[in-house]
């Protein structure tokens, strides 16, 4: 008869405990172990993905680097150049993606679309969540027609695997790993072991077959992520999907990525009719109107490898409370308070008896430090309640002692910035000898230091 072993999971992180604590000496939450079977006797080999090709795995052995045949990244370009680009250039073969995102955001309905948009590539799309009928309601929704894309409603992974050998699919999609279950884990579904234990089943199914997997996972609310964070560190790619329930703009952000940068981002519309691309994401990010309204101004910011103009909007009032209030949407609070102090001590303006609320339109969250002299502009606008036109736009950095510094990539911020139609940009004058803006059709301006911004626009 088979032992059976428990042990104590704290729920949070994922931290594994011979006996029950009540704070998680990993991740210092309270109440948060849970006691799970882990049962050890049944022989682990017998339940394992069995490919047909003996691989690596198979045969451990050290060999010398050069000894090794190169074998070339082979990828897949989907019709879906969000995704393309979150991936750092499509699907890799035999790579373990990992896809979280709050329940309702339309994690579902983007991977549905996905699949069924690839068409020369036979997909098995699993899920523990939602029934035939559902599914199909939802892709009769997205119009989209498949003959090669495959459904199976089921939880445990040993009919999985007896599925996908008998259908042999080129790319297999789970949603969600928080339903499937390893019969040879006891506890139920969700818990810490049996996330980690489906997953690590389909990280052999895809290291050895060379089939990519997506899984689905659900974080909560607070973005600690319960169970898919317990992942990252074994699957290839983390992308998280968010935005407010309450905006059609959903993000898809690169985490982290074996195969490209982390720093891309990929940005939908939810539709009547699923998930619309939005190759431009200049054209939602500001706001269209003729007027000049006090504390806007737009930034030219860079994310991954995109240039995309953005929208800061700043509040400045009178503090009604002894502690003025200092609030950021989108933008890190910190550099905040550092930009206020910049403007304090450089530039004399008295911010300390004031409230300041900033807000980056379209519930996006900019990490390009190109976006401070937007920013202090915006400040300064809602400060003196004195609009900047909305044919200007900013890009650089702001030092400490209130110099305006140069950003990466000028050339094509200025290019993205004369497309959009833009008359002109405010940047560093410390950017490198030799480029020349007079041919172009925006007029390029350079500024030392802060009081020069104040003294050109206000
Ligand atoms: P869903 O994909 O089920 O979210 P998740 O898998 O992340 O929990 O999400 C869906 C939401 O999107 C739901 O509220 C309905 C809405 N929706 C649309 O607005 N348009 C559509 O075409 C579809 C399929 C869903
Ligand atoms: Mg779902």
Redesign the pocket.
């Known amino acids: 008869m088979s032992k059976i072993r428990t042990a104590f999971f704290c729920q949070n992180c994922g931290h594994e405990s011979a006996k029950w604590t009540g704070k998680c000496p990993s991740c210092n939450q309270w109440n948060t172990f849970v006691e799970e079977k882990v049962q050890k006797d049944i022989p682990m080999r017998q339940m394992e993905w069995k490919a047909e090709t003996p691989s690596a795995y198979k045969a451990p052995k050290t060999v010398h680097l050069d000894a090794v045949e190169g074998l070339e990244e082979k990828r897949w370009l989907t019709p879906d150049a969000e995704l393309n680009r979150v991936l750092g250039g499509g699907i890799v073969a035999g790579s373990l993606v990992l896809v979280g995102g709050e ?2 955001i339309g ?3 983007l991977f549905l679309q996905i699949a069924l948009l690839l068409k020369d590539i036979k997909t098995l799309y699993i899920s523990g ?2 029934s035939e009928q559902q599914i199909k309601m939802r892709a009769d929704r997205l119009k989209i027609r498949n003959d090669q894309f495959y459904l199976l409603t089921e939880t445990s992974t040993q009919v999985i695997f007896q599925e996908i050998k008998k259908l042999e699919p080129q790319l297999v999609i789970i ?2 790993i928080q339903t499937l279950q390893s019969p040879l884990i006891e506890s139920a579904p969700g818990s810490v072991s049996q996330i980690r234990e489906t997953a690590a089943e389909m990280q052999r199914f895809a290291k050895e077959t060379n089939t990519p997997v997506f899984l ?1 996972g659900h974080i909560t609310k607070d973005g600690a992520i319960a169970g898919p964070k317990i992942l990252e560190h074994m699957v290839d790619t983390v992308l998280q999907f968010e935005g407010d329930q309450h905006y059609a703009y959903r993000i898809l952000r690169t985490i982290k990525n074996r195969f490209g940068s982390t720093a891309e981002l990929g940005i939908y519309e939810m539709t009547g009719a699923g998930l619309r691309q939005v190759n431009n994401p200049s054209e939602i990010l500001i706001s269209q109107r003729d007027d000049m309204l006090s504390g806007v101004a737009i930034a030219s910011t860079i994310e991954g490898l995109r240039p995309m103009l953005v929208e800061v909007q700043a509040l400045v009032t009178q503090s009604v409370y002894g502690t003025p209030q200092r609030t950021a949407t989108g933008f890190d609070l910190r550099r905040l308070q550092l930009l206020l102090a910049v403007l304090e001590k450089r530039g004399g303006f008295h911010f300390g008896v004031k409230d300041v609320f900033l807000n980056i339109a379209g519930g996006l969250r900019i990490e390009d430090p190109s976006i401070d002299l937007a920013v202090l502009v915006a400040l300064l606008s809602s400060f003196e309640d004195v609009g900047v036109s909305h044919k200007n736009c900013f890009a650089g950095e702001v030092g400490l002692s209130g110099e305006i510094r140069a950003v990466n990539r000028i050339e094509q911020r200025i290019a993205e910035a004369e497309k959009l139609g833009f008359e002109k940009i405010f940047i560093s004058k410390y950017h490198k000898k030799g480029l020349d803006f007079s041919k172009l059709g925006i007029e390029v301006v350079p500024l030392g230091r802060v009081e020069e911004v104040y003294r050109l626009l206000f």
């Open positions: 329940p309702g994690k579902s309905t969540e939602e949603d969600s689905i």
